[in-house]
Each structure stands twice: as C-alpha cells, then as structure tokens.
C-alpha cells in the first residue's frame, strides 16, 4: 500500500505572501558560528619550547577536535603582554601562555606564587602546583575569568648585566634593571632601580644602555641573544615560576562538557611534553653559554638578600590564610 508523505496540518504544500516575506528575510540574516580558529599568545619565538608545547597542545586537540586550528601568535606579535591578558579575559584571544608575575598584576589573588625565593626548585614548584595547592590556585584563576588548561615550566630566573665588574648583589645597588609585576618591588629592595619594558625590547634596552641589568631563566637569556650583549651572569636564582597555559573562561563555557574534557586533557600532556623539553634546554643552554665565554657568578648563601624581601613578603602575606598556604608550600620542598 502506497503511503503518501504526511505534511503538517498547517502545510498548504505553497508559500504564503508573508511566509515567502519572512523566507527571504531569514535566509539573508547571516548565521552566527563559533570561530574554528583558536588565537594563542605567547611572548616566545617558533622554536622555544614553550611554543612546542603550544604546537603539541594543538596535535592533541586536531585527533578528537579536527575542526579547531590554532593561530599561535609568536613573539607577542598579537599584543604586549599586559595587554594581551586583559584580551583573553574578554575572549579576543583564545589562548594564551603567561608569566606569573605580569598575571599577578591583574589577578592579585596569585601574587603569593610570584614571591622570590618561595621554591627551591621546579621540582618543588610542580610538587605543590599537582597538590591541593595547585587545585585552589587554579580556581582563583577561574574565578577571575580565565581557565588553567597546564602549567607550563617558567623556569629559574637570575640577575644578567652589560658590566663585567658586577659579581655580587651589592653591585647591583643604584643600577636599571629590567622587570615586570611583582619583579619591581623586588628590585627596589636590592636598592636598583626598576624599568618596567616589553620582553621583545629587552635586547635593544641592553644594547642602548637603557638598562644596565636584566633578568630572566637561563634558556630565554640564551635564546634570545642577551648573553651576547650582557655577559655577565648572577645566578641568584631568585624567582622559580610556572608559565599557566591558558583559556579564556568565556571561550571555555562554550564548550560541551566533553570538548572541556578533550582541551584539558590536551593541556596537561602539552605541559608535561614542554617541561620535559624544558629541562633538556636548560642543560643545553648552559653548556651554551660557558662556550661563549659568560662569566657565570653562583651566590651562594642568599640569607641578607632574602631578609631584604621582608616588606615584599608583608605586603603581599597580610592574611593569616595567606601566611597559611605559604607554610603549606614550604612543607612540600
């Protein structure tokens, strides 16, 4: 028995006037689609490892994600660093890969982390980061409009400078040095003075004289040349800090619960694929580097310069949960 196609009760099989009208109205109102291409910031250049972690992030999430492309914006081509931030906070960039300390300007409720001399090492950094401590910090971030996906390696930072004759802390009385966020107060309690600049100027600053000193990890100080310009290394191992891959919370609630699995899930095997890379570049940097002829200056005991951090430690420790949570990490070494 042949069955003719059922149509619905108000289907007359032609197009009325106004039916035809709002037809040809909707069909030229322009559907809106989420972006399939991911902007990601980062102040690094195609071959840092925090950019092959970017890339890595991006070859997990093509095998469950095809439809997602990264657009990954070296170099802090995209925008400066502090400007940057605040994008991905509205979600005009997707992505990003920051420093702690210029993050600690905007979310004041992480500035413990980008204390001086609060981790021995990245071994330390990363044993509290993957604890309790880790988990709450991460809510922090998510409460300030911004999703954790990985903590990638921020590395251990020393003091580097133009002049030969600088070999101790006391040297550095009285000279510019280069520094963002939390690194200013720092700076000014060895008695130097602080000059707030973009990471991309730091070379040219350098060269030019504007400032004496700089600071930054032992990979960046190669990569980028500065070791060419001021051979003179402190190791004074003052700030070990994460690098947070992150997602605008805006882009983030956009997502299925199981898209939110698969960019998670992504971003932590892109983490621990960096930090991996990361220590391998670190011994590679060094070697590097004393070939080239860095007059290399361990501290040593850094008791006077850590005493000189006090009003730092104050200023930033003024709850008793903060005072709190800074025992906890210490307990984790």
């Known amino acids: 028995m042949h069955h003719k196609e059922k149509k619905p009760p108000y289907w007359t099989g032609q197009w009325s006037p106004i039916g035809l009208l709002l037809a040809c109205m909707l069909w030229q109102v322009p559907v809106a689609e989420a ?17 092959a972690g970017i890339k890595r992030f991006g070859q997990l999430l093509r095998l469950k994600m095809p439809q997602i492309r990264l657009d990954i914006g070296y170099n802090a081509s995209l925008a400066p660093q502090k400007e940057a931030i605040q994008q991905l906070h509205k979600g005009d960039i997707e992505l990003g890969v920051f420093g702690i300390s210029p993050l600690s300007d905007t979310i004041t409720e ?7 001399f609060l981790f ?5 950094l990363f044993r509290v980061l993957e604890s309790p401590i880790g988990s709450r910090y991460a809510h922090k971030f998510y409460d300030a409009g911004y999703v954790v996906l990985g903590w990638y390696d921020g590395g251990t930072r020393s003091f580097y400078c133009t002049d030969p004759s600088i070999r101790t802390l ?5 000279r510019r040095i280069r520094v963002l966020g939390m690194q200013v107060p720092m700076v000014q309690q060895l008695g130097a003075t602080p000059v707030p600049a973009p990471y991309k100027e730091v070379l040219s600053g350098l060269q030019q004289g504007i400032f004496d000193c700089a600071e930054n990890n032992v ?26 891959l992150l997602m605008a919370r805006k882009v983030w609630d956009g997502l299925t619960t199981e898209q939110q699995k698969i960019v998670l899930t992504a971003g932590e095997e892109s983490a621990r ?9 670190v011994t590679q940097s060094m070697q590097a580097i ?5 007059r ?9 310069m850590v005493k000189k951090m006090e009003p730092l430690y104050k200023s930033v420790l003024r709850t008793t949960n903060a005072r709190q949570e800074m025992v906890e990490i210490l307990s984790y070494q």
Not at 120 to 124: M, V
Not at 225 to 231: D, F, L
Not at 273 to 280: A, D, G, I
Not at 290 to 294: L, W, Y
């Open 273 to 281: 694929y960096m930090r991996k890379l990361w220590s391998e570049q």
């Open 120 to 124: 021995h090492n990245s071994t330390h």
């Open 296 to 304: 290399i200056t361990p501290l040593g005991e850094i008791t006077e």
């Open 170 to 174: 006391q040297d550095l009385e009285g």
């Open 290 to 294: 004393k070939k080239a002829g860095v």
């Open 35 to 51: 972006s399939n291409t991911w902007k990601v910031w980062t102040t690094q250049p195609p071959e840092h490892p925090v950019s």
């Open 219 to 244: 990979v960046s100080y190669y990569t980028t040349g500065h070791y060419k310009v001021a051979p003179t290394l402190l190791m004074s191992n003052h700030s070990v800090s994460p690098e947070p």
């Open 110 to 116: 992480i500035r413990p982390l980008a204390l001086p």
